[in-house]
């Protein structure tokens, strides 16, 4: 059964580095999301991304966030200059057709990304 | 803003006995509403929706129940078994479906004792 991929699992960083979050979403979805959690806390919409284009952030998804579809296959996340406050999981999901109601969105693994 | 809010932070229940877990919102825009099962380290995991024409939907061994007046939704599993411990969230989402975000609840964290 298709699935969305992330990479890396892991990533540990330094406060004020750059990190980018990769996710494969399934291949013939249009859609894509990026969420994430905060230990203990409730999953958060980041992002929505369709036709190369951002169509909804949340307040979360500052200037330091940014996305990006660099080819075909590809959906990255990148955050500029970590802060201590953007450890959490990133979890990247994907729908087939916006068009289509309703549509459930597939979720990858995550990556659990820690800043020092 | 916690639109969607689920009460019970944990849930204890027998192996074959059923589990009903509960999820209330407050956003009378939302018409669709999903529930996910996570396990640790893993990612959410559709189980399975209803959207706000119908009252009930199931599949297999899962049933939702949606109650529009209430604005409140559950999950019924039975029997439960042991593979069903994990953590379940509650997601809502509206119309129109330009963006179609979830907003989800907290989790409840489900343990099936045998």
């Known amino acids: 059964e298709p699935e969305v991929t992330q990479t890396p699992s892991h990533q540990v960083t330094q406060m004020g580095q750059e990190v980018i979050l990769r996710c494969v979403p399934i291949s013939n979805h249009l859609y894509f999301y990026w969420y994430r959690q905060i230990l203990g806390q409730k999953v958060e919409f980041l992002v929505s991304f369709y036709n190369n284009e951002i169509s909804e952030k949340s307040e979360i998804f500052d200037d330091q966030f940014s996305v990006e579809r660099p080819d075909g296959s590809n959906f990255t996340l990148k955050i500029r200059s970590t802060k201590l406050e953007d450890s959490a999981m990133y979890f990247c999901a994907s729908i087939k057709d916006r068009d289509r109601v309703p549509e459930t969105q597939y979720f990858g693994p995550g990556t659990r990304l820690l800043v020092l | 803003d916690q639109q969607v809010k689920q009460n019970s932070p944990s849930l204890s229940v027998q192996e074959g006995r059923i589990s009903i877990l509960n999820c209330d919102y407050t956003n009378s825009m939302f018409d669709y509403f999903l529930w996910y099962k996570k396990y640790p380290a893993e990612g959410p995991t559709f189980l399975i929706s209803i959207s706000s024409i119908k009252d009930k939907n199931e599949d297999g061994r899962f049933t939702v129940f949606l109650n529009k007046s209430a604005k409140h939704l559950s999950l019924h599993i039975v029997p439960s078994q042991p593979g069903d411990s994990a953590v379940y969230f509650c997601?809502?989402?509206?119309?129109?479906?330009?963006?179609?975000?979830?907003?989800f609840g907290q989790g409840t964290r489900l343990t099936i004792n045998p």
């Open positions: 997601a809502a989402s509206s119309s129109p479906q330009g963006a179609q975000k979830l907003v």
